[in-house]
Each structure stands twice: as structure tokens, then as C-alpha cells.
């Protein structure tokens, strides 16, 4: 069983930056990958960015350049730090984590952001 707790989440002016983190704990040794995903009013949940044990990272297009995920292996913690943030950036963000990509996965309970002025 894994556990994920987000946090960082809250409201921001466009333009404006936040920082999120997922921590890790549990049985979590075989878990490679960690991802951010977002659910946002009327659409449906997309992949943010993910980011395997190595280090290589992808990212969904719209958020290519203006969002960054890494991740510390020691603290089994994935960060995502979100910069020049537009209002359809606004969503219930969610943390994942899985062996591969073909495993379901595990979620975190997710941390609102809301992006309006």
C-alpha cells in the first residue's frame, strides 16, 4: 500500500507561481515513476508531467516552459513548480505514482489550485 499527501496548492494571480509537492510512504521501493495530473471543471484528468527514477522527465504541452517537475529519491518527494501560471491552469491536482507506465498506480487526494484575480 502507498500513501501520497500533496501539498502547495492554493489561489494565485495570473502571472503568478506556486510550488507543489507529493510525499511518498509506504511500500514504495518499486515505485519508478511519479506524476502530476490535474482534473479540471468540465474536462477531463491529463497528464501534467511525470518523471521516472533517472530523472527523464515529459510534460504535457501546455505546460511545457512554464512548469518544472523533479524529484528527490531520498525523500521519495516530487515537486512540481508551476511559474507564469494562466487561469486554465486552474484545477484539482493530483500526484501519482506506479512501477511502469502500464501499472494503474496510486493516488494522492489532491490540492486545488486556483488561478484568478
Known amino acids: 500500500q502507498v500513501r501520497l499527501v500533496e501539498s502547495g496548492g492554493g489561489l494565485v494571480q495570473p502571472g503568478g507561481s506556486l510550488r507543489l509537492s507529493c510525499a511518498a510512504s509506504g511500500s514504495i521501493f518499486s515505485m519508478t515513476i511519479m506524476g502530476w495530473y490535474r482534473q479540471a471543471p468540465g474536462k477531463q484528468r491529463e497528464l501534467v508531467a511525470g518523471i521516472n527514477r533517472g530523472g527523464s522527465t515529459n510534460y504535457a504541452d501546455s505546460v511545457k516552459g512554464r512548469f518544472t517537475i523533479s524529484r528527490d529519491n531520498a525523500k521519495n518527494t516530487v515537486y512540481l513548480q508551476m511559474n507564469s501560471l494562466k487561469a486554465e491552469d486552474t484545477a484539482v491536482y493530483y500526484c501519482?505514482?506506479?512501477?511502469?507506465?502500464?501499472?494503474?498506480?496510486?493516488w494522492g487526494q489532491g490540492t486545488q489550485v486556483t488561478v484568478s484575480s
Open positions: 501519482n505514482t506506479k512501477p511502469n507506465w502500464g501499472a494503474a498506480g496510486y
